[in-house]
């Protein structure tokens, strides 16, 4: 099912012992995947500048309309990718990012026996512990600006303040997000999975060892 894919670098008939040379492509996020992450991106980017364009139009008005309506998509466009597109993809994305495994727990009472002791990347799975304490802090955060949306809403704009300070909140882990995806210059090879679909195999084998050996096993087996 899963192919590995040769470095475009690369000619197309290369011995075969090249496939788990470090500069192999390996796949990462299917399209449903990508299209699913890039729609909610320009949705919440969408939120924001019409939250805070919005000014006068606090009760009613095409701004408060694009506003609400932005956030009603991200939720169907999640739904649209879980039933139109790659379902199995998405579920297992989102099992891999949301459950905290063996590995996961090890990995956090380590840390806390020993803050200051740097060590070696463990295998991880898809997902790290860290992207995974995210995940869980941005949807609660996203639950609060829209819990304090409508309580916004409901009172004709007066309770700004609550659904100001949750969407900052918000944007200020999603800041962190976008700096580990272009900044930071030990997690930005990740950043052609989210656009191509793929990572070089050399970062995949340090940074989630635990993932890409499941994808080699997959690539590998008789029915592929
Ligand atoms: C990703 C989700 C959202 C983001 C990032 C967001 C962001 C913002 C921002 C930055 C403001 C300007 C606040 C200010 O100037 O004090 C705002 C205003 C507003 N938002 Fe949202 N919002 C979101 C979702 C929602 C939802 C779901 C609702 C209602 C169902 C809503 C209703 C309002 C209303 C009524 C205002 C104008 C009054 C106010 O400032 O509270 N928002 N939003
Ligand atoms: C310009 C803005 C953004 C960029 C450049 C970006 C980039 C990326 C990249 C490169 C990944 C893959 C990480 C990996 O392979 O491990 C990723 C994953 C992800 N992104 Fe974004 N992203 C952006 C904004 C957002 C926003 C606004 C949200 C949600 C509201 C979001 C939610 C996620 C989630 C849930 C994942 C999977 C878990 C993770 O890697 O943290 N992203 N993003």
């Known amino acids: 099912m899963t192919e590995i ?3 475009p670098a690369h000619t197309n008939d290369e011995p075969s012992a ?3 040379s ?8 299917r399209p449903t995947e990508r299209i699913a992450h890039w729609w909610t991106v320009v949705m919440v980017a969408t ?7 919005m000014g006068e139009e606090a009760e009613s008005g095409p701004m408060l309309n694009v506003h609400v309506a932005s956030v009603v998509l991200i939720g169907v466009g999640v739904v649209v990718a879980l039933v139109f597109g790659n379902t199995r ?4 994305s989102m099992r891999a990012l949301f459950v905290f495994d063996r590995l996961d727990i090890a990995w956090s009472l380590g840390r806390l026996r020993h803050p200051f002791q740097r ?3 463990p295998a991880w799975g898809k997902f790290n512990t860290g992207q995974k304490v995210m995940a869980w802090l941005v949807s609660a955060s996203m639950s609060l600006v829209i819990i304090t949306g409508f309580q916004s809403w409901r009172s004709g704009g007066d309770m700004a303040g609550p659904h100001m300070a949750a969407a900052m909140a918000t944007l200020a882990l999603l800041g962190a997000h976008v700096f580990m995806a272009l900044v930071n210059p030990s997690t930005r ?3 052609p999975g989210m656009v191509l679909g793929r990572v070089r195999r050399s970062w995949a084998a340090t940074h989630h ?3 890409l050996d499941d994808v080699e096993h997959d690539a590998s087996s008789p029915r592929n």
């Open 5 to 7: 894919l040769p470095n």
């Open 18 to 20: 090249q496939r788990s």
């Open 22 to 29: 470090p500069d192999h492509w390996v796949p990462r996020f």
């Open 47 to 53: 939120a924001l500048v019409t939250g805070l364009a």
């Open 89 to 92: 993809a998405m579920l297992r």
């Open 119 to 121: 060590e070696s990347h």
């Open 189 to 191: 090879p990740a950043l």
């Open 209 to 211: 060892r635990g993932w």
